[in-house]
């Protein structure tokens, strides 16, 4: 069972940055794809970047530039680098994993690829 554990949410002013951590338990090939997603309050999760086994990435149009996404195998873990923060990235982060590959997310980002997520962690922006 993948269990993944997500940090490094908080508070920060508009243009500032953050990195948020996500530990996996079990970071292994099985998991094929690994990615982040968020959602706002009275909004549906959304994609906002996806990472496969060999490092190909892919962003969604309102973080392309902003957003870095990288793992570091050794650690067990997935990274999200944001830089430029605007209040509308505020949301709650979550970490997901896919063990069958990134699948259809590759033309456009879906929580229907992901089996495995975390609790989340939240980011708050303001202006």
């Known amino acids: 069972q993948v269990q993944l554990l997500e940090s490094g949410g908080g508070s920060v002013e508009a243009g500032g940055s953050l990195t948020l951590s996500c530990v996996a338990s079990?970071?292994?090939?099985?998991?094929?794809?690994m990615g982040w997603f968020r959602q706002a309050p009275g909004k549906e999760r959304e994609g906002v970047a996806i990472?496969?086994?060999?490092?190909?990435?892919k962003y969604a149009d309102d973080v392309k530039g902003r957003f870095t996404i990288s793992k570091d195998h050794a650690k067990s873990t997935l990274y999200l680098q944001m830089n430029s923060l605007k209040p509308d990235d505020t949301a709650m982060y979550y970490c997901?994993?896919?063990?069958?590959?990134?699948?259809?997310?590759?033309?456009?980002?879906?929580?229907?690829?992901?089996?495995?997520w975390g609790q989340g962690t939240q980011v708050t922006v303001s202006s």
């Open positions: 079990e970071f292994t090939y099985r998991i094929g794809c």
């Open positions: 990472i496969d086994v060999d490092g190909m990435e």
């Open positions: 997901a994993g896919g063990a069958s590959g990134c699948g259809s997310s590759w033309y456009g980002l879906s929580a229907s690829d992901f089996d495995h």
